[in-house]
């Protein structure tokens, strides 16, 4: 828990103030003496603007932040239809003032910012978005039941324009992230319907990565304040109900630029929630897609590592598990993994891609390893010896290959597997569980520690 204090905007313009005023600082001086004097007393300024406009006049100074005066004007000028190119101008100010940093978002929000914005929603519609979507990125508590309904019935009704429709799916996955409330008003008002039809409607590469991103935030599971989320069902209602997999299946398959490619690989693999949707997907030929995506895009970092999370999904289906390996997968996963073997997020999803496929299937292992598979393992685990992420799932891996395989044993201990895993085990206390079930599986001694024998009286509450 963070022991940092907290203070208002006005409290820390107070101090430059008095600086000016009292101390006789200059502007620069006194901004850095504030600055410097709330971090020594443990003051967290991650919330506060620490470099306003500070204006000497006759009477003392005038702190000034552009984001406020921007706020005030709009306000000042809702209602006269003469301003509009002016408030044009200031919303634009807003925008570029949040887009800064989350200190000028939070000051802005404490200005009545959000209650502006959305008070001109009908007269400077594509203006009002921009903004909003600078003002929420990391507040999406600011958003009420009737602004969310508000940019549903807006997207569908401008869905045929593809400019604000774009905003529009930015804006609802800034209302999504790290908040469950969003997602379930938007999903109970039925936003799946105008999303989809984004998709099917354009095919402009930034509709369709925004709408992918929506699609992918409605079914996180990231809310800390929330004891059960939703995402699971909310899967469910993209595949069943609107019939998703198809629409992806095509899309994949029509795209020639792979950063668009990426993003759609990236949400078929967050929508792979029932063994039946693993094995539909499949049966669309999303594996011939992926393994020639691989074999075009290897260089690719981002494309590898979202298509290697998509077969690790794909492979939880045994049937579908078989035609990977059946394809010559693994031959492909090793070949593109080596490309990036620095890159830890790749080797993490490469990992975890291969402990799928060789799961329960000793036939498996012999084919991952006989193509590389051990040596790309131990590889990664000497590459990445400080990321526990990529450990863990190495051991799980190596775990996965040999415990119906002994055969493939002394592949991994010929590649100093069991120093790699010990090493993994001493410096990432938390991998202990797949670090020792490694170890037993590849025959090695391991201490079990007894917790608690019986002995020497009983428990006690």
Known sequence: ????????????????????????????????????????????????????????TDDGIDIIHKVKVAIEKVESQANDPT?????????????????????????????????????????????????????????PDLFDVTTLKLIQNTLLEHVADASLSSQLLFLIQLACIKHENN????????????????????????????ACAALRALV??????????????????????????PLFSELLQESHDVTIASDIVLTVSRLMVRHEFCKEMADFGVLTHLFQGLKNYAENQTFVQNVLLLLKAL????????????????????????????????????????????LRSPQHCAIIVKA???????????????????????CLAIRNLVARAQDLVPNFLELGAERLIRNAQEHHPAIADEAKAALRDLGCMIEFREPWTGKKGSLQN
């Open 1 to 56: 828990m963070s022991t940092h204090k907290v203070i208002q905007q006005s409290t820390y313009d107070e101090v430059i103030r008095e600086n000016v005023v009292d101390l006789d600082m200059t502007p620069g001086e006194a901004i850095e003496d504030a600055s410097i004097q709330f971090k020594s007393q443990g003051v967290s300024l991650s919330s506060i603007v620490t470099n306003p406009s500070v204006i000497k």
């Open 83 to 139: 301003k509009g190119d002016e408030i044009k101008n200031q919303l634009k100010i807003i925008k570029d003032e949040c887009q800064l940093s989350f200190a000028h978002r939070f000051l802005a929000a404490n200005s009545g910012a959000f209650t502006v914005l959305t008070s001109l929603w009908t007269t400077h519609l594509n203006e009002v978005v921009v903004a909003l979507s600078a003002l929420v990125n990391g507040q």
């Open 183 to 210: 997602r379930q008003i938007l999903v109970d008002n039925d936003i799946l319907t105008p999303l989809i039809k984004c998709l099917k409607v354009h095919k402009l590469p930034e509709v369709t990565k925004n």
């Open 220 to 245: 996180l599971d990231d809310d800390i304040r929330v004891q059960y989320g939703r995402a699971h069902d909310h899967a469910k209602d993209i595949v069943i109900k609107h019939a998703a997999l």
């Open 315 to 358: 492979a939880g289906n045994d049937h579908v598990q078989k035609e990977i390996v059946k394809e010559n997968g693994t031959e492909l996963i090793i070949f593109a993994t080596q490309k990036h073997i620095l890159k830890s997020k790749v080797c993490k999803a490469a990992c975890g891609t291969l402990a799928t496929l060789a």
């Open 372 to 394: 590389g598979g051990a040596t790309l393992i131990t590889r990664m685990m000497e590459a990445h010896g400080l990321d526990a992420g990529v450990l863990q799932q190495a």
